[in-house]
């Protein structure tokens, strides 16, 4: 309360006194998830007053926002009294370090088995239903295998990888295979890239000389690593 006391000419006095009230200054809170993984939004909620201007120039009591960096927001609300107050609060933005990644051979010859092993985070489900680190697989053609990878926040990230089956090369040999006693014979293998024969010789092309009803046989390598027999 401040009075004030006048005093006139005559000596003659009055006062007059007003009461200057103080208003409290509005307790903004604000409430939300201040947590998020990237790509993910979060709705922030002030209270406190009766109107709200954001530092994103907002003025809902409510925002939604989707950051990709760990980000600040700051909102000042003000009461039925015209005090104002402010409040900021940080979004952390996690999952930005995340890395899915799956590892292991992708190019396979038909028949055989490769082991994809996912990396990146704490849990995994691949599309295969399973959820250990590592999967065996055995695809008879070329097949997507998936990875959800979860890390410590909560937060996925994927990764793709396609194994290719690769045919077995169809090897031949072509030659005579009846001949007389003596005379030498050219075996010629063909439908790979490298050979080795039974003889030891890893030449495309042997001459050989039996002197009995023989069997040869050759493997071949194509330029994928798959082998083939005849």
């Known amino acids: 309360t401040y009075t004030v006391t006048v005093t006139g000419s005559n000596g003659c006095t009055s006062s007059l006194s007003r009461i200057v009230v103080v208003s409290q200054p509005p307790v903004v809170t604000v409430s939300g998830d201040t947590s998020v993984c990237i790509n993910q939004s979060t709705t922030l909620t002030a209270t406190g007053g009766i109107s709200y201007i954001w530092n994103t120039q907002a003025t809902t009591s409510s925002i939604t926002v989707t950051p990709v960096v760990n ?13 104002t107050a402010s409040r900021t609060v940080t979004v952390t933005v996690n999952g930005l370090t995340i890395n899915p990644a799956i590892t292991g051979d992708t190019s396979i010859c038909i028949g055989e088995s490769t082991v994809l092993t996912a990396s990146g985070g704490i849990s995994y489900r691949w599309n295969t239903n399973a959820t250990t680190t590592s999967i065996t697989v055995s695809p008879i053609v070329n097949t997507a295998y998936s990875v959800t990878v979860t890390d410590a926040n909560g937060c996925t990230g994927v990764a793709l990888k396609t ?20 005379n030498p014979l050219t075996l010629t293998a063909s439908g790979a890239a490298t050979y080795l024969w039974s003889t030891g010789q890893t030449s495309a092309s042997i001459t050989v000389t039996p002197a009995a009803p023989t069997v040869y046989r050759v493997t071949g390598t194509d330029t994928n690593g798959c082998i083939g027999t005849d």
């Open 163 to 182: 194994v290719v089956v690769n045919p077995l090369p169809n090897v031949d040999i072509i030659g005579a295979t009846v001949f007389c006693p003596g």
């Open 71 to 83: 980000t600040s927001y700051t909102v000042t609300a003000t009461d039925i009294n015209g005090c």
